[in-house]
């Protein structure tokens, strides 16, 4: 979840290539400024279909008395590179107007037609963002002329979101443009990893620490309720040997019941793990829980794989259990 909200905004956004300042290789994680002509040249440069102008910026707003650290973008509307799903409301119009987080408007009470205090201006909420928000910052959006106003840098562009011609290789557009001076030409998708890779380094590490942990903890618990199961049998399955079931009968029988056991565990976690998820969304919507199916295979795929292992050594004891112990008690 933390990692698919720090490349919500370049995950949405129109392009295939970032140009940024030079040395710039992060959307989130540095602040960029381009010579003036860039979106000229760039825009006359053979195999570009597109190119968008932002300016982006971090900004702390105060919102009653509580410092909150947002993202701000300035765009053109009519260009892109703006909110990509608005909940309500509509795109601002003038340069005293934004496009603020759904959610954070949420936390500070915030509705259509309130003022929000930016830099020292007021601007009029006229529209509420869906799916830009994470539990670092949040994105507001204004014109581009508005943040180049705030930013008190007329004519400004810190990015360039890049479409290449039909036909025109990605990877190729960008050595081009890498020509071009002062410029910075980045992939995309290799912009977004080194944003993860720069936000998320402080943090990956204690919450991998403690998965680790807990799926360590839960791996040998399915183990060792998958060996007592078996060995808590021990009689039953001596009678099964004293009536003539060959080892084989012993070992399918043995590992069918630790696949159901498995099976049923994992089924009910997996609900339990969705089930905590919308709750802990619809509590604190700031905490994306991102449950993907390759996670859930994962996981259930671990769980079959300890109890069956389990489940194998007390089933080598019991293929060499003499008949004759099941009746001794």
Same mark, same amino acid.
């Given at each position: 979840?933390?990692?698919?909200?720090?490349?919500?905004?370049?995950?949405?956004?129109?392009?295939?290539?970032?140009?940024?300042?030079?040395?710039?290789?992060?959307?989130?994680?540095?602040?960029?400024?381009?010579?003036?002509?860039?979106?000229?040249?760039?825009?006359?440069?053979?195999? @570009?279909?597109?190119?968008?102008?932002? %300016?982006?910026?971090?900004?702390?707003?105060?919102?009653? +008395?509580?410092?909150?650290?947002?993202?701000?973008?300035?765009?053109?509307? *009519?260009?892109?590179?703006?909110?990509?799903?608005?909940?309500?409301?509509?795109?601002?119009?003038? !340069?005293?107007? @934004?496009?603020?987080?759904?959610?954070?408007?949420?936390?500070?009470?915030?509705?259509?037609?309130?003022?929000?205090?930016?830099?020292?201006?007021?601007?009029?909420?006229?529209?509420?963002? !869906?799916?830009?928000?994470?539990?670092?910052?949040?994105?507001?959006?204004?014109?581009?002329?508005?943040?180049?106003?705030?930013?008190?840098?007329?004519?400004?562009t810190s990015f360039l979101?890049?479409?290449?011609? !039909?036909?025109?290789?990605? *990877?190729?557009?960008?050595?081009?443009?890498?020509?071009?001076?002062?410029?910075?030409?980045?992939?995309?998708?290799?912009?977004?990893?080194? !944003?993860?890779?720069?936000?998320?380094?402080?943090?990956?590490?204690?919450?991998?620490?403690?998965?680790?942990? *807990?799926?360590?903890? +839960?791996?040998?618990?399915?183990?060792?309720?998958?060996?007592?199961?078996?060995?808590?049998?021990?009689?039953?399955?001596?009678?099964?040997? *004293?009536?003539?079931?060959?080892?084989?009968?012993?070992? %399918?029988?043995?590992?069918?019941?630790?696949?159901?056991?498995?099976?049923?565990?994992?089924?009910?976690?997996?609900?339990?793990?969705?089930?905590?998820?919308? @709750?802990?969304?619809?509590?604190?919507?700031?905490?994306?829980?991102?449950?993907?199916?390759?996670?859930?295979?994962?996981?259930?795929?671990?769980?079959?794989?300890?109890a069956l292992l389990a489940?194998?050594?007390?089933?080598?004891?019991?293929?060499?259990?003499?008949?004759?112990?099941?009746?001794?008690?």
């Amino acid at each position: 979840g933390m990692y698919t909200q720090i490349g919500a905004y370049l995950n949405h956004s129109p392009g295939r290539l970032i140009v940024a300042q030079k040395g710039v290789r992060n959307l989130l994680g540095a602040t960029s400024l381009l010579p003036p002509d860039t979106a000229e040249r760039v825009r006359a440069y053979p195999g @570009v279909a597109r190119e968008i102008p932002i %300016v982006s910026q971090f900004v702390i707003l105060d919102l009653h +008395g509580r410092k909150q650290p947002t993202y701000m973008i300035g765009y053109d509307p *009519a260009q892109g590179g703006g909110p990509w799903r608005l909940a309500a409301g509509r795109a601002p119009l003038t !340069d005293s107007e @934004v496009v603020f987080d759904r959610v954070l408007a949420q936390r500070h009470n915030i509705s259509l037609g309130a003022s929000v205090p930016i830099m020292g201006r007021d601007f009029r909420v006229t529209g509420l963002s !869906d799916g830009t928000t994470s539990w670092m910052t949040s994105f507001f959006f204004v014109r581009k002329s508005a943040a180049e106003a705030l930013l008190r840098a007329p004519g400004a562009t810190s990015f360039l979101l890049v479409t290449p011609r !039909d036909g025109v290789a990605t *990877a190729e557009l960008r050595d081009r443009l890498n020509a071009l001076p002062g410029v910075e030409a980045t992939l995309k998708a290799d912009m977004m990893a080194n !944003d993860v890779t720069l936000l998320a380094r402080f943090f990956s590490m204690p919450l991998q620490l403690m998965v680790a942990i *807990a799926f360590l903890v +839960g791996a040998l618990v399915v183990g060792l309720v998958s060996y007592t199961a078996t060995i808590e049998r021990r009689k039953e399955y001596g009678v099964l040997k *004293a009536i003539g079931a060959p080892n084989r009968r012993l070992y %399918v029988v043995v590992l069918t019941q630790a696949l159901i056991t498995a099976l049923a565990g994992a089924t009910m976690g997996i609900a339990l793990a969705f089930a905590v998820a919308q @709750v802990i969304m619809a509590l604190r919507p700031q905490f994306l829980v991102a449950l993907t199916p390759l996670i859930v295979a994962q996981s259930a795929s671990a769980t079959l794989l300890m109890a069956l292992l389990a489940a194998l050594f007390p089933a080598r004891l019991l293929a060499r259990l003499a008949p004759a112990e099941a009746f001794r008690r």
